[in-house]
């Protein structure tokens, strides 16, 4: 790789890839130390082709999210099973991993810039702006750059936009699944809300399980299925709709209580 050799948004690699490095090592211990990752399905990591990859995810932090899944498509690639153990697969990390994130959130302070160089395709929220509802149209420049990350490799993309859970998903994503047809691959997290404050970044409370699961790409019929299709089928994949908004027993709730005290090393 040459030293000023850089991807298709002007990225130098060789920055890139000391900038993962730096972070990577900096954040491991908030996933294996303060608290515990929890990894399952990571061998479908191991068989995915290096473009045209969009993961779909719900979303509990600003940074947090992202950052625990490149350890985890990382150590997944490097040859560990379910597992983030010893930083070593940080040494040669994936460069053409992306993840699509709010514009104004990626130029919120210094940090969030050297995050967005790590790998943020910035978009323009449709619905969102500095904390109040609007309605604009998209960007198609916007569109343009989320087709080029995934002609250069994984994207990962939460599709409801925002960190309140069981919110709808965007009809956007499923407008990109038609117009690019990438193998979509579904993640559901849990416990980093409770790890962390909202923007990922300080620790609010430790020895919290933290759990990341990978699951079997999504079987879509790019030129039939509709965009609502679509929608409801991330909806199940990641498990936000409606339907796992459902009135536990006592007795399930009781059996919750004890494994959350497990969880609690």
């Not at 990382?74 to 099973?81: F, H, K, P, Q, V």
């Not at 933290?210 to 089928?233: F, G, R, S």
């Amino acid at each position: 790789m040459g030293l000023f050799k850089k991807n298709p948004f002007g990225h130098i690699l060789f920055l890139k890839k000391w900038l993962i490095r730096i972070m990577g090592v900096m954040s491991h211990r908030r996933f294996r130390g303060f608290n515990e990752l929890q990894i399952e399905g990571s061998e479908i990591i191991k068989n995915l082709p290096d473009k045209k990859v969009l993961f779909i995810s719900n979303h509990q932090t600003y940074f947090a999210d992202v950052v625990a899944m490149f350890h985890v498509f990382n150590a997944s690639l490097s040859g560990r099973d379910d597992s983030i153990k010893n930083v070593g697969y940080l040494w040669k990390p994936k460069l053409n991993i992306y993840y699509i994130a709010a514009k104004e959130t990626m130029k919120a302070g210094l940090l969030p810039k050297i995050l967005a160089y790590a790998g943020a395709v910035p978009i323009e929220r449709t619905w969102r702006s500095a904390g109040q509802a609007v309605n604009r149209q998209v960007k198609m420049s916007d569109i343009s750059n989320i087709g080029k990350a995934l002609d250069d490799g994984w994207v990962i993309t939460f599709p409801q936009g925002t960190t309140t859970p069981f919110k709808p998903i965007r009809k956007g994503t499923a407008h990109i699944i038609k117009k690019y047809k990438p193998i979509v691959v579904p993640i559901v997290i849990d416990g980093f809300r409770r790890s962390f404050d909202k923007k990922g970044i300080r620790i609010k409370k430790k020895n919290i399980l933290q759990t990341m699961e990978i699951k079997a790409p999504l079987d879509i019929d790019y030129d039939n299925e509709t965009n609502e299709e679509i929608v409801k089928k991330i909806e199940y994949a990641i498990e936000q709709h409606a339907s796992f908004l459902k009135v536990i027993p006592q007795k399930e709730l009781e059996e919750q209580e004890k494994l959350n005290k497990l969880r609690e090393w």
